[in-house]
Nanobody, 122 residues
Framework: QVQLVESGGGLVQAGGSLRLSCAASGRSFSSYVMGWFRQAPGKEREFVGVINWTGDRSNYADSVKGRFTISRDNAKKTVYLQMNSLKPEDTAVYYC???????????????WGPGTQVTVSS
């Protein structure tokens, strides 16, 4: 089991940047593929990006590709989401999770953190 806690959310103007952190505790963090998701009111939880266990490969949803970057520091048991060129449509609660399956569906992730709110003003 692993426990995850997100932080770093806040209010930012469109075009600005934020860096989210996901701190892990428990066992076997370094061997996990980690993902970021987001959920806006009235919408399904949406895949944002994923990073492999070594931190040298990542994939992103088309909506954030080129703007967001995932990284990880296994020594610190932390995964990051650097968000640049933020848009109002990026407003959501952002969650990190552990990938258990082979797709980018939320059903293939578990051990969700409580989330951190990101609000982008226009």
């Amino acid at each position: 089991q692993v426990q995850l806690v997100e932080s770093g959310g806040g209010l930012v103007q469109a075009g600005g940047s934020l860096r989210l952190s996901c701190a892990a505790s428990g066992r076997s963090f370094s061997s996990y593929v980690m993902g970021w998701f987001r959920q806006a009111p009235g919408k399904e939880r949406e895949f944002v990006g994923v990073i492999n266990w070594t931190g040298d490969r990542s994939n992103y949803a088309d909506s954030v590709k080129g703007r967001f970057t995932i990284s990880r520091d296994n020594a610190k048991k932390t995964v990051y989401l650097q968000m640049n060129s933020l848009k109002p449509e990026d407003t959501a609660v952002y969650y990190c999770a552990v990938r258990r399956g082979s797709t980018y569906s939320s059903r293939d992730f578990d051990s969700w953190g409580p989330g951190t709110q990101v609000t982008v003003s226009s």
